[in-house]
């Protein structure tokens, strides 16, 4: 079985890769060493024109893994959406990044990706139905106001880190 330390940091990875793969802001916006991006598309049919996701804190998905292990048997497989059950624009994750780190990231709108839907976002009656499991940080700007100090305090991720004053 895997350790608690084994599952948070697959989960870490996990969410950096699908921030990468999915709007490339992500990626940028938690490092520091950027502060340009790119969004790829402003004409889908949604209210600011930019796609709709589902952004979950790292903290809830590792918790959601957790649940999901405790309560597993042998020969039964759970399958869960984890989300938040809430989409948030692309164009609100930039202002939430603005507000949370301070920087005034310059954006570059692209135009969008062929396949890319409008809006995806989880349904999590599932995982709160049979694991009572439901996302407690689910304030945007606040999640990524930690990930911003925690990624300025250690800028070459694990094993190094920087005292910062919190701004």
């Not at 060493?33 to 790292?58: F, H, L, N, S, W």
């Not at 603005?98 to 599932?126: C, H």
Request: charge should be positive.
């Amino acid at each position: 079985m895997a350790s608690w330390r084994d599952v948070g940091e697959r989960q870490v990875r996990v969410v950096r890769r699908t921030g990468i793969e999915g709007e490339e802001l992500h990626e940028c916006s938690l490092s520091g060493v950027e502060v340009a991006r790119m969004v790829r598309g402003i004409d889908y049919k949604t209210p600011d024109g930019t796609c709709i996701r589902d952004y979950i804190d790292v903290t809830d998905l590792v918790d959601a893994h957790v649940k999901a292990l405790e309560k597993a048997m042998p020969g039964k497989v759970g399958i869960y959406n984890v989300g938040t059950g809430r989409g948030r624009s692309v164009k609100e994750f930039v202002e939430a990044c603005k507000k949370a780190t301070g920087v005034n990231i310059k954006v570059d709108f692209l135009p969008r990706r062929p396949g890319d839907y409008a809006e995806v976002f989880s349904d999590p009656s599932k995982i709160l139905l049979e694991l009572n499991w439901t996302a407690q940080y689910t304030d945007l700007q606040k999640s990524l106001g930690i990930a911003w100090r925690w990624q300025k305090s250690h800028r070459n991720g694990y094993g190094t880190s920087v005292t910062i004053a919190d701004s």
